[in-house]
């Protein structure tokens, strides 16, 4: 049995860090495993122009340990009005690495979204021209349809259309919760990718309701019935290099998480890696991590690889049941609270 792996760093394809006191203590955790990350804009105003990006990037890096090397690689909220010449002057200065498109209303601070596909046309066709890729939540936000069919729907009605339009744009359809997508994503063209999430890798809807209902396991997408939750697995371990890592690590306070409108969202940063490497194994497939966890994510968006190595060791890894947060009253749940882990990462090495 193995005992010790070694991988070159690796990326986080899509995290939220917050702002403010909780960017304190969240970007440490993210900075400790990988890299760099694709940092999500979906604050409170969300990060919608090259100024804005610029300083959170800088609140970032204010936020971390000196010399942790870690690289933020900042993102641009699209809503229905920015200006195309924006988001190509941000990519063009290198502030900006991609544009996340959130449905108006799909998900926490959502609702400066985009609420038809067809306002943002001109900012898409820029997108294709340059090489800028599109993130997408793809989720339909009609209430007509059952919440747990929405990522399948959003595929039919908005992403398989889109692609049409734009055979040219690179497009990441993040944290796929479902067989469909990752079906739609194996037979779609090269420009397509997914991000997997270590939760949708471990969690099924049951744990939602599991003795009671269990708001750490609450997230958007939400996760889906088993078989879902096996093909992903599949997914992901296939070698295929069209998934790779997206922890959509998304904290909220306990308190935010156990009230009557408990907010979406699973904080799984402070034991990312160690999450994916428990299902490589189960898996039989830890051979495969690298090319998922650190090469899939950095050739599809055309950047270099990390040149650094991670250790992980096969030792028993207990889980605390809270993070410390920015204040007494704000703790946070990790994902896989509780509970022990069978790796550890040992050594971050940076280069
Ligand atoms: O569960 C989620 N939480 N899904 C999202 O899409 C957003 C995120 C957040 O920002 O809390
Ligand atoms: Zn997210």
């Given at each position: 049995m193995r005992k010790e792996l070694s991988l070159r760093t690796p990326d986080d394809w899509h995290v939220h860090l917050r702002d403010g006191d909780l960017l304190t203590v969240v970007a440490p955790a993210t900075a400790a495993q990988f890299a760099r990350a694709i940092v999500m804009p979906n604050l409170r105003p969300p990060i919608s122009s090259v100024a804005a990006a610029a300083a959170y990037r800088q609140r970032i890096l204010q936020a971390l340990?000196?010399?942790?090397g870690f690289e933020p690689l900042m993102t641009a909220y699209l809503?229905?009005?920015?200006?195309p010449a924006e988001i190509e002057r941000g990519f063009v200065e290198r502030v900006w690495t991609a544009a996340k498109l959130y449905p108006a209303g799909a998900t926490t601070n959502s609702d400066a979204g985009v609420t038809a596909i067809d306002r943002i046309e001109p900012v898409l066709a820029v997108m294709e021209r340059i090489g800028m890729p599109l993130l997408i939540h793809g989720e339909v936000t009609d209430p007509e349809i059952d919440i747990f069919d929405r990522e399948a729907v959003f595929i039919e009605r908005v992403l398989e259309p889109l692609l049409g339009r734009h055979p040219g744009l690179k497009v990441v359809l993040e944290h796929i919760t479902t067989s469909d997508a990752a079906d739609f994503v194996r037979s779609g063209p090269p420009t397509l990718a997914a991000t997997i999430t270590p939760h949708h890798l471990h969690i099924n809807r049951n744990a939602l309701f599991a003795g009671g209902l269990r708001?750490?396991?609450?997230?958007?997408p939400v996760a889906k019935r088993e078989l879902h939750r096996l093909a992903l697995r599949a997914a992901a371990t296939s070698g295929n290099p069209r998934y790779f890592l997206g922890t959509d690590s998304a904290p909220h306070s306990r308190a935010a998480k156990e009230s009557a409108c408990g907010c979406a969202g699973?904080?799984?940063?402070?034991f990312a890696i160690e999450s994916y490497v428990e299902v490589f194994d189960q898996e039989n497939a830890l051979e495969r991590l690298e090319g998922f966890a650190s090469e899939f994510g950095p050739r599809f968006y055309g950047l270099p690889l990390n040149q650094g190595r991670i250790t992980l060791v096969r030792e028993p890894q207990p889980v605390p049941a809270l993070v410390e947060g920015?204040?007494?009253?704000q703790a946070l749940v990790p994902f896989h609270a509780g509970t022990t882990l069978n790796w550890q990462l040992v050594r971050r090495q940076t280069g």
């Open positions: 340990p000196s010399g942790s809503t229905d009005n920015i200006a708001p750490d396991f609450y997230c958007l699973i904080f799984n940063a402070p920015p204040a007494n009253d």
